[in-house]
């Protein structure tokens, strides 16, 4: 990984954890170091648990409304009340070759065929 001629690997980690010590600065342990900790970092956090919160409020919405609809669609309803004949039934019985409300008048001159029957 590191090349054996830049010296003592051990001696290089050292000195990076000493430096590492002397930069950050110590925080001093005391009766509200826990509190005052959990308050910087949910301090930091807020904004994304609030979106998460209301992304979880939204997909249990979503599937509050799906399961309702569903349950709709699957549930039985009582439409034989309301339509108790088919399409062809209606049609057929509407139809009535009598009626000369669907045939043209035809007008025959003496003399002359007309051109489209």
């Known amino acids: ?17 000493r430096v590492y010590r002397d930069t950050c600065v110590v925080p001093e342990p005391g009766a509200n170091f826990m ?9 930091r956090q807020t904004f994304r648990f609030f979106f998460g919160r209301v992304a979880r409020g939204f997909v ?18 009582n439409t034989s009340a ?6 062809i039934d209606v049609l057929d019985a509407n139809h ?16 002359s065929m007309p051109d489209e029957l």
């Open 96 to 111: 009535n070759a009598d009626s000369t409300d669907a045939y043209e008048t035809v007008r025959y001159e003496t003399g």
């Open 35 to 43: 509190p005052e900790l959990w308050q910087k970092i949910e301090a």
């Open 60 to 77: 249990t919405a979503a599937i509050a409304a799906t399961l309702a609809m569903a349950i709709y669609l699957a549930a039985p309803h």
């Open 1 to 17: 990984m590191f090349p054996v001629s830049e010296g003592n690997q051990g001696e290089r980690l050292n000195h990076l954890f």
């Open 82 to 87: 309301v339509y108790t004949t088919t399409y």
